[in-house]
């Protein structure tokens, strides 16, 4: 007889067609899957449903009750003092964000459909000073809020972006955006606005190429979706597949919603951090803390431990950050808040542990940027008194 193959063998017993589930490893299903015999030698494929996102779903849920309460209901829920405060932190913090958080899946499902060799032809070598100082610039001149760039650099990794590149970008972008460097500027004036700007690139140039080395060292694992691009020229490619490109609305359409399905990941924790900024921003008025923000160590330790609890988007962050330089005059804790949302923030950790697949990339990121941030901070405060 033939096997299912096609390739002449003896015949045996059991037979794959078996009636029994069998396992087939290496034959016509090409991996091994459990099956049950109905005619055919791989018979019917037995999937496993997945399960449902409960992380997801509750704090939409808990969010969209927020939301909804606020906006509909802000009489009637304001005889409830902490759950109104609560609601209205909950629609302030959505309000603030879904612009960038929607761009930002936009840009998700915008680089689903572009080729890895793109990506790793644009950004350069992965494991080069230019193609770290190409992700950085990139991080920078993108204008997007730090939710929306957390998406973004995650599709980068998955695009075949080297982890120090990742880095970089991620590091050197959240609040640069042209937007909010326009309004810091109005807020603190354009030489403060500048210095921390520069000094942001430096630690996301620094950052990205010491993940290289640990990279390159076998301290940390390797990005397992990067590729080697030989000979391949991008803005003639581009234009080839541009013009062999069909738009449509369905095409549109499917664009979209493969940026929110591949963004569900992070979204979940995004939500989750609307809800704890919630509760912080209820129970723990902003003012009562701003006052300890000295340009001292105590007020630069007290600035990075409310940083990295409070989960604010870098709209939310900026102001604050513009007070401690201006009412606190700690414009080294100004930046630290800035930076420490990127340092230390559970959203970013837990992102990069969900797209890595590693804990000890995740936890290198405020181990490797903390100390720079720290330093820099240092010689600010002490650079304004």
């Not at 915008?110 to 494991?127: A, H, K």
């Not at 204008?143 to 760039?149: A, E, N, P, V, W």
């Not at 210095?195 to 690139?201: E, G, H, P, R």
């Not at 449509?248 to 664009?255: C, D, F, H, R, Y």
Request: one cysteine or more; glycine letters at 8%; aromatic letters at 8%.
């Amino acid at each position: 007889m033939s096997s299912c193959c096609g390739t002449p063998e003896p015949e045996k017993k059991p037979s794959c067609c078996d009636t029994k589930p069998v396992k087939i490893q290496s034959t016509c299903c090409s991996e091994e899957v459990e099956v049950e015999a109905s005619g055919g030698c791989c018979g019917t494929v037995t999937s496993k449903r997945s399960k449902p996102d409960y992380l997801l779903w509750t704090t939409l849920v808990l969010v969209v009750i927020g939301y909804s309460a606020d906006l509909i209901a802000h009489d009637f829920i304001s005889g409830y003092a902490s759950f109104s405060a609560m609601a209205e932190a909950i629609r302030h913090f959505m309000d603030t964000m879904w612009i960038g958080l929607a761009i930002g899946i936009f840009f998700v499902g915008v680089l689903g459909r572009v080729p890895r060799e793109f990506v790793t032809s644009l950004l350069g070598r992965g494991d080069s000073f230019v193609g770290i100082l190409r992700a950085t610039l990139a991080g920078v001149l993108l204008d997007l809020c730090s939710h929306g760039i957390l998406l973004v650099a995650m599709r980068l990794y998955q695009r075949g972006a080297s982890l120090g590149q990742v880095m970089a970008f991620l590091i050197a972008s959240p609040w640069n955006s042209l937007s909010l460097t326009i309004i810091l500027i109005t807020l603190i004036g354009w030489k403060w606005t500048l210095l921390f700007i520069a000094c942001s690139m430096v630690i996301g140039i620094v950052s990205g190429l010491i993940f290289n080395l640990l990279e390159k060292r076998g301290s940390l694992p390797p990005n397992p979706n990067s590729i080697e691009v030989v000979d391949f020229e991008p803005w003639k490619e581009a234009k080839s597949r541009l013009k062999a490109t069909q738009f449509s609305l369905q095409w549109l359409t499917g664009m979209i919603w493969e940026g929110i399905s591949d963004s569900k990941m992070i979204v979940r924790w995004l939500l989750l951090g609307v809800i704890l900024a919630a509760v912080i921003r209820t129970f723990v008025p902003i003012d009562s803390f701003q006052t300890y923000f000295g340009a001292t160590l105590a007020g630069l330790g007290m600035t990075l431990v409310v940083a990295t609890i409070l989960e604010i988007c870098s709209e939310g962050s900026t102001p604050i950050a513009a007070d401690l330089v201006t009412r606190a005059h700690a414009p080294g804790n100004g930046f630290a808040f800035l930076m420490t949302g990127v340092s230390t923030d559970y959203t970013e950790i837990m992102s990069l542990r969900e797209t890595t697949k590693s804990w000890k990339v995740a936890l290198f990121l405020p181990l490797i940027t903390l100390p720079q941030v720290i330093l820099l901070s240092l010689i600010m405060n002490l650079a304004s008194v």
